[in-house]
């Protein structure tokens, strides 16, 4: 089967542009098990799939982030590749507390 094209957007970084696939894998809180959450990002990578979606408030971010690392330490990608996007939840949406959100998420 042909791989699918999957449309992206172009974003500024710090050495240029990068093209950040538009579509990409939600871990809602539906990943109530570590270990299957992880079996499915991985996957996900090997399937092609180069965006995942996150928040603190799901509960998935360290499953998340467990996966992607082994799928780079098997070669299927490399970080550069890679693209995580998360959400500041409304009730962390104060002044004081986005810098500890963020520092949660990137745990």
């Known amino acids: 089967m042909a791989a699918v094209k999957v449309p992206t957007v172009v974003l500024p970084n710090a050495s240029g542009e990068v093209s950040?696939?538009?579509i990409g894998m939600g871990?809602?809180?539906d990943f109530?098990?570590?270990?299957?959450?992880k079996e499915a990002i991985v996957?996900?990578?090997?399937q092609g799939y180069r965006h995942?979606?996150?928040a603190t408030a799901y509960g998935s971010e360290q499953?998340?982030?467990?996966?992607l690392k082994e799928a780079i330490q098997l070669g299927l990608v490399t970080r550069q590749d890679l693209f995580v996007t998360s959400k500041l939840w409304v009730t962390h949406?104060?002044?004081?507390?986005?810098?500890?959100a963020l520092?949660?998420?990137l745990e």
Not at 32 to 37: G, L, N, Q, R
């Open 103 to 105: 520092r949660k998420s």
């Open 93 to 100: 949406n104060l002044p004081h507390l986005v810098l500890p």
């Open 20 to 22: 950040m696939p538009v």
């Open 63 to 67: 499953a998340l982030g467990e996966a």
């Open 32 to 37: 109530t098990c570590k270990k299957d959450a």
């Open 27 to 29: 871990s809602a809180p």
């Open 43 to 46: 996957e996900a990578v090997r």
């Open 52 to 54: 995942f979606d996150t």
